[in-house]
């Protein structure tokens, strides 16, 4: 059974960095796209990042362009967003996410093309 687990949520203030970690049990890494997804509270889940399962094409939100970098580490079934610059409205939980498709240069920023989730974690900027 596929299984997601995302760390390294927190407070912290305007300006600050934080990087989350997405561990992924129970399936490989090296066959997947994966994304990270939040939702504040009020709004739908949006799509913040994704990186293909060759590593070769990824996607930004425009809000996090130059702020939010994703990352993969195979060896260590791993997935990263190391997020810079936070500002308030980047406040909400975090979520990964694996693709359905299993296509090497494939990513998108569609909830429902994907299939397994992690329990989210906490983000919250403030000072």
Do not use: H
């Amino acid at each position: 059974q596929v299984q997601l687990v995302e760390s390294g949520g927190g407070l912290v203030q305007p300006g600050g960095s934080l990087r989350l970690s997405c561990a992924v049990l129970g399936f490989s890494l090296d066959y997947s796209t994966i994304a990270w997804f939040r939702q504040a509270p009020g709004k739908e889940r949006e799509g913040v990042s994704c990186i293909s399962r060759s590593g070769g094409s990824t996607y930004y939100l425009e809000s996090v362009k130059g702020r939010f970098t994703i990352s993969r580490d195979n060896d260590k079934n791993t997935a990263y967003l190391q997020m810079n610059s936070l500002k308030p409205e980047d406040t909400a939980v975090y979520y990964c996410a694996i693709g359905r498709r299993d296509i090497a240069s494939w990513c998108s920023r569609v909830r429902s093309d994907f299939g397994s989730w992690g329990q989210g974690t906490q983000v919250t900027v403030s000072s």
